[in-house]
C-alpha cells in the first residue's frame, strides 16, 4: 500500500464552476477525514466517515460542498459554485477506527485549488 | 474541544536536543495528547501520542507533566528534516474521533 493518495495535486478552477476531488485511503482504514488548510494555518476539519457513513460534518461545510465515500473505499468531496475563498490545500486522511489498534492518521499530500 | 497553547516559532541548531512545549490547561480525563508535524508542501505526519505517562518512539519522545496540563515533545538530536510546523493537538474520544489543529510552532534549524 502506497499509503493516502489525492487526485489531482493541483486545480486551477474558474469562479462558479464545480470541482471535485478524490481520495484514496489506505485500504484497511475505515475512518476518512477531509480538512482544508489555508497559508499559515492549522488544518481546519470538514468532515468524516466511518466506512460509508458520513458521521460528522464541520459547520464551516457550507451547501456548497458535499462528500461521499460510497462502499466505503475511495472518496469524493465536490464544491459547487466556488468562490476564491474556496482557494486552499485540501487534505485527507485515513485511519483505523479508536479502539480497533493504530490511532495515528495518515494524510495525503492534498490538493490545491486555486479559484480564479 | 479542548484548547492547547504553543509558541509560534522556535529555532534550534543541528544535532542539538529541542524541546518543544504546549500548554493544555482544559484537558479532559479522556484526552489523549497526540503530536503531528508537517514539513514544507507535505500533508501532516504522526510524531508521537500519550495519555500520562511519558513516551519514547523512534522520531521523538512525550514527556507529560504530572498534572497533565503541559506536555512536551523532546527531539533528541535535531537534522535539517526536521524543520516543519509541530501540532499539539487534543483527541478526545467522547467527542467525536477527529483532530482539531491549532497553528502548531514552527520549527526552524539552523546548520
Known amino acids: 500500500d502506497t499509503g493516502v493518495s489525492q487526485d489531482p495535486r493541483h486545480k486551477i478552477t474558474k469562479r462558479g464552476q464545480n470541482v471535485t476531488f478524490r481520495c484514496d485511503p489506505i485500504?484497511?482504514?475505515?475512518?476518512l477525514y477531509w480538512y482544508r488548510q489555508t497559508l499559515g494555518q492549522g488544518p481546519e476539519f470538514l468532515t468524516y466517515?466511518?466506512?460509508?457513513?458520513?458521521l460528522e460534518k464541520s459547520r464551516l461545510l457550507s451547501d456548497r460542498f458535499s462528500a461521499e465515500r460510497p462502499k466505503g473505499s475511495f472518496s469524493t468531496l465536490e464544491i459547487q459554485r466556488t468562490e476564491q475563498g474556496d482557494s486552499a490545500m485540501y487534505l485527507c486522511a485515513s485511519s483505523l477506527a479508536w479502539g480497533e489498534g493504530d490511532t495515528e492518521a495518515f494524510f495525503g499530500q492534498g490538493t490545491r485549488l486555486t479559484v480564479v | 474541544d479542548a484548547k492547547t497553547t504553543q509558541p509560534n516559532s522556535m529555532e534550534s541548531n543541528e544535532e542539538e536536543p529541542v524541546h518543544l512545549p504546549c500548554n493544555h490547561s482544559t484537558i479532559s480525563g479522556t484526552d489523549y495528547i497526540h503530536w503531528y508535524r508537517q514539513l514544507p508542501s507535505q500533508g501532516p505526519e504522526y510524531v508521537i501520542h500519550?495519555?500520562?505517562s511519558n513516551v519514547n518512539n523512534r522520531m521523538a519522545s512525550l514527556a507529560i507533566a504530572e498534572d497533565r496540563k503541559s506536555s512536551t515533545l523532546i527531539l533528541h538530536r535535531a537534522t535539517l528534516r526536521d524543520a516543519a510546523v509541530y501540532y499539539c493537538i487534543l483527541r478526545d474520544l467522547s467527542s467525536g474521533d477527529k483532530l482539531t489543529f491549532g497553528t502548531g510552532t514552527r520549527l526552524a534549524v539552523r546548520p
Open positions: 466517515f466511518q466506512n460509508e457513513a458520513q
Open positions: 485500504s484497511e482504514h475505515n475512518r
Open positions: 500519550g495519555l500520562t
